[in-house]
């Protein structure tokens, strides 16, 4: 019979397993704005005490706390928070170009930075979410400088 403990470091193990996985899909240049940085995966919806938020970064404190939201996976709510990190690594010509990009899609109701974070997020997910796979914002997140 297993331990609570030995649970218990199963579990962290597995998440651990998780996070490199993913951020080895990232490029090297998107990896190093997190170097260093811890991260909190927490119960339910949105964070604690804080009925809006899925997931947060942390400059200050070098951290990433994402929830457990209902219709994002945590994989991608983890990427949507790393770019933010890459949003603010954009020249402005880069950040023109996504807002001309974001504003032909007529579905697209979120500010610039947050439809740029849901689409690098959807780029590199596993399991991509459908209204945010869209052929020019790909083609935008693999230009980005590696």
């Known amino acids: 019979m297993e331990t609570f403990r030995q649970f218990f470091e199963s579990k962290l193990a597995e998440e ?4 490199k996985t993913t951020l080895q899909k990232l490029p090297q240049r998107h990896r190093t704005l997190v170097k260093g940085y811890s991260y909190e995966f927490q119960q339910g919806n949105t964070l604690k005490n804080d009925d809006e938020h899925v997931g947060y970064i942390d400059d200050d404190k070098k951290k990433i706390a994402v929830a457990a939201p209902w219709h994002y996976g945590r994989e991608f709510t983890f990427l949507h928070e790393i770019a933010h990190k ?3 690594i954009l020249d402005e010509d880069k950040r023109k170009e996504w807002r001309q990009i974001a504003k032909a899609n007529k579905e697209c109701k979120e500010p610039a930075e947050e439809a740029f974070c849901m689409a690098y997020a959807n780029f590199y997910s596993k399991h991509q979410v ?4 869209n052929p020019q914002w790909n083609k935008f997140i693999e230009s980005l400088p590696k």
């Open 16 to 19: 651990d397993k998780n996070l």
């Open 86 to 88: 890459v949003w603010a």
């Open 130 to 133: 459908v209204i945010y796979n």
